[in-house]
């Protein structure tokens, strides 16, 4: 009877350290789970290309949130003219593109290079092109909900066609796109009955609608101009001959159409002695804001770009060496939300309470957000760099705290009341303190994910999705 009472006592204490267990390791996942960006979601894909937008979990404590996107574009891909309900701001990660856009009621052009910034302001009308021969275009891009109208993650509004295979010109009835365009009714429905690809379509050859091709091929400056020849040209041909080309007088209202959202080509933008549409601010031209033997870190705030104060985002780039960490430390101003470009290694997040808020490993393509005032660090493993960029909530100058490190937070708060608030004594503090000589980026090979890691692969962003 003693030995089974024993048995049984021994039992159920290890089921009850089992279950604990599990509850533990289930609320490190939940934890983990919480402050990952898992949930993707294709918002738009054809053949040509697609975009990828990821959501923080809701029931993370922020400040503001942001969703994620990519983009990915095969070469000669125009992303069809469209304006957004939300503030856009997009990095081209590699490839070159063209964007065209709304400035000052006129059209302008930029061409934008792997590295470049730019700002696309809600609601104003844009297009983007793959110029980059042969080779895809990746872009990464914050996505403001501020303004949206909660109808979905953002809501886009295609000018050309989009998902749903029509122009929003197509929902107003025929009398009335009669009347805005001048044309008759066959014309209107010819072309705004039309069935497209999708918001992504190839710009090359004959799968794409002709007038696309014919317009992006043009320089800037010969664009209108261009069109308009081309309506005079169809109206003398009209003429002479009856009922003309039904191609001429899909060219004619598309023309029409583009001419009336887009206006004419900005003379500003020719000019560069006359201000003209911002510039676009490469990010891998700029010097670090810090760097030492161990990494270096970069931020791009309002006072290096201007455009970013109107959305009030902020960008930030760091790399880390093999093994190295980047110091434990608070974000007073801002959250971040951050995309791993390259590499692995360890990432760890505190709750205000002072217990684990996340402590996972971390591979090129995963993206996670750290909420305002939570103290983080990241950890770079063995075998390599880690390469990580991110867009904060604050366009700001950050003023990150550091919590260790010989810039750091505690050292200036060094004194007597600090060492009471440890129970420990003041020499004892301050010698601790006063040990590590490094700042921001420290060497850390003790904390360093080891080689091969779990067994984890070298990976790199996907040229379709976010990871690989």
Same mark, same amino acid.
């Given at each position: ?22 509850? $533990? ?81 006129? $059209? ?28 895809? $275009? ?99 041909? %009209? ?6 080309? %039904? ?11 583009? %001419? ?6 900005? %003379? ?117 760099? $880690? ?82």
């Amino acid at each position: 009877m003693a030995n089974r009472t024993t048995l049984l006592l021994f039992l159920f204490v290890l089921c009850h350290g089992v279950a604990l267990t599990m509850a $533990l390791l289930e609320d490190e996942e939940s934890s983990n789970n919480l402050f990952m960006m898992h949930n993707s979601k294709i918002v738009v894909e054809t053949e040509f290309g697609e975009m990828r937008v990821l959501k923080s979990h809701r029931d993370v404590i922020l400040d503001r949130r942001m969703h994620i996107g990519f983009i990915t574009m095969e070469p000669k891909t125009l992303f069809v003219p469209q304006y957004l309900d939300s503030n856009l701001i997009i990095f081209i990660r590699r490839g070159e593109a063209k964007l065209g856009f709304i400035y000052d009621d006129e $059209l302008a052009e930029k061409k934008l290079k792997t590295g470049d910034v730019y700002v696309i302001p809600a609601g104003s009308a844009f297009y983007l092109v793959n110029i980059g021969e042969g080779q895809r $275009l990746n872009i990464i891009c914050s996505i403001d909900p501020s303004t949206h109208l909660g109808l979905d993650t953002f809501q886009s509004f295609y000018i050309g066609g989009g998902a749903k295979s029509h122009s929003v010109l197509s929902g107003f009835e025929s009398v009335i796109l009669e009347t805005a365009f001048n044309e008759s009714r066959t014309e209107i429905e010819q072309i705004f009955s039309a069935k497209l690809d999708g918001p992504f379509v190839y710009v090359g050859d004959s799968h794409a609608p002709s007038l696309w091709t014919k317009f992006l091929q043009l320089k800037n400056e010969d664009k209108v101009q261009h069109m308009k020849k081309m309506v005079q040209d169809q109206e003398e041909e %009209e003429d002479d001959v009856d009922g003309g080309d %039904e191609e001429k007088k899909t060219t004619k209202l598309w023309r029409k159409l583009l %001419e009336t959202v887009f206006g004419k080509v900005n %003379e500003k933008a020719r000019n560069k002695d006359t201000n003209g549409p911002p510039d676009s601010h490469n990010l891998y031209d700029k010097k670090p804001d810090f760097s030492n033997a161990y990494g270096w870190s970069k931020t791009l705030h309002g006072d290096d770009y201007h455009q970013l104060r109107k959305p009030d985002v902020g960008i930030f780039h760091v790399n880390l060496t093999a093994g190295s960490m980047l110091s434990p430390h608070v974000n007073p101003r801002a959250a971040e939300y951050c995309i791993v470009l390259r590499g692995y290694g360890k990432f760890q997040l505190v709750f205000p309470n002072g217990s684990n808020a996340m402590n996972i490993q971390i591979k090129a393509g995963d993206v996670f957000v750290v909420p305002r005032y939570f103290p983080f660090c990241q950890i770079a493993s063995r075998d390599g760099p $880690l390469e990580f960029f991110g867009f904060s909530t604050s366009s700001r100058k950050n003023n990150p705290q550091f919590l260790a490190g010989s810039m750091s937070l505690l050292r200036t708060l060094m004194g007597p009341e600090l060492a009471a608030a440890f129970g420990v004594s003041e020499g004892t503090l301050r010698r601790a303190l006063d040990a590590q000589h490094e700042a921001v980026i420290l060497p850390s090979t003790w904390a360093a994910p080891p080689e091969n890691a779990g067994k984890m692969k070298k990976v790199h962003m996907s040229p379709k999705g976010i990871r690989t």
